[in-house]
């Protein structure tokens, strides 16, 4: 028997700070896109970064973004937390830092793809778009 | 190097996972869940207890499925499908469709357990979403 019950708000800030990475999704003119992305969360705002693509077009046609984050081990046991917000681009230079730093720090691993990227583009910010959303609604489902 | 999957690769990602994100437009925002789901016939089968997205599909028809195959941050793989929303409603269609699905999930969803505990549950929808458009991107 499988039984699926709502978490509680405890259980899915927990998962969105332990997390890394999560899905985000956007929609333009009753058009859903789905992608994965790296995120930091520190309790009140997520982070993340992209290149200008068609993620940002999509944002800057509909800032509400659906940002969802799960741990599952099998399809009988998983929890998912979806957290609703307005992306908001970050682009004064202490912000952008910052929260470039937290999303480094929580995914160590995308150093080298960052470093790659830097060359050129990062000093000109333009070509990465970095992102806070605030969530007005977070909630999330689990197996019990 | 992130590079861009052929169709064939695509497909082949789509065909041999279980896990999808389903994104979806609930009242003109996106909405994104996890479902498990299996790839029929250039289709992505899958079924739910009514619901919000369920409402919102049934609203806005048009969806995506995004598939990963995530072994780390460096080397990955991850498809996008768009597709189109449709419920499965006549009884032999219906019937095919959850034997496909049960065989997959055998213990798969409180959709089952709940209608095994309460008659009065509401019945699972079964739908498909109808794949138009593929694209994928790799890593290493």
């Known amino acids: 028997m499988l039984e699926v019950k709502e978490m509680s708000q405890g259980e899915t800030l927990a998962l969105l700070l332990r997390g890394k990475l999560g899905h985000l999704g956007c929609s333009r003119d009753g058009h859903p896109y789905v992608v994965p992305m790296n995120y930091a969360y520190d309790a009140e705002c997520l982070y993340f970064f ?15 973004v659906c940002f969802q984050v799960e741990e599952i081990a099998d399809a009988t046991r ?12 970050v682009t004064k230079p202490e912000e952008t830092e910052r929260a470039m730093r937290l999303i480094v720090e929580r995914n160590p691993d995308l150093t080298p793809a960052l470093n790659e990227t830097k060359i050129g583009a990062w000093k000109r910010l333009n070509h990465i778009a970095i992102y806070r959303v605030r969530p007005h609604s977070i909630h999330g489902r689990k197996t019990a | 190097m992130i590079e861009r999957m052929s169709k064939e690769e695509s497909h082949a990602l789509l065909g041999s996972q279980r896990l999808a994100r389903l994104g979806c437009v609930a009242e003109g925002e996106p909405y994104v869940v996890p479902i498990n789901y299996v790839f029929d016939d250039g289709c992505a089968l899958s079924h739910s207890l009514p619901g919000r997205k369920i409402n919102a599909m049934r609203e806005s028809p048009r969806v995506c499925l995004q598939v990963d195959e995530v072994a780390d941050q460096l080397h990955w793989k991850s498809v996008l499908a ?3 929303f449709e419920e499965v409603s006549s009884p032999d269609e219906r019937a095919r469709a959850f034997n496909l699905l049960l065989s997959l999930f055998p213990r798969l969803t409180p959709v089952e357990s709940r209608i095994a505990e309460d008659a009065a549950a509401p019945p699972p929808i079964v739908y498909r979403i109808r794949i138009d458009r593929v694209t994928g991107i790799r890593e290493g």
Do not use: Q
């Open chain 1, 50 to 64: 992209t290149t200008e693509g068609t993620k940002t077009e999509y944002m800057a046609a509909n800032h509400e």
């Open chain 2, 82 to 84: 768009f597709g189109t």
């Open chain 1, 78 to 89: 998983w929890s998912s937390v979806m957290a609703l917000g307005r992306a908001e681009r």
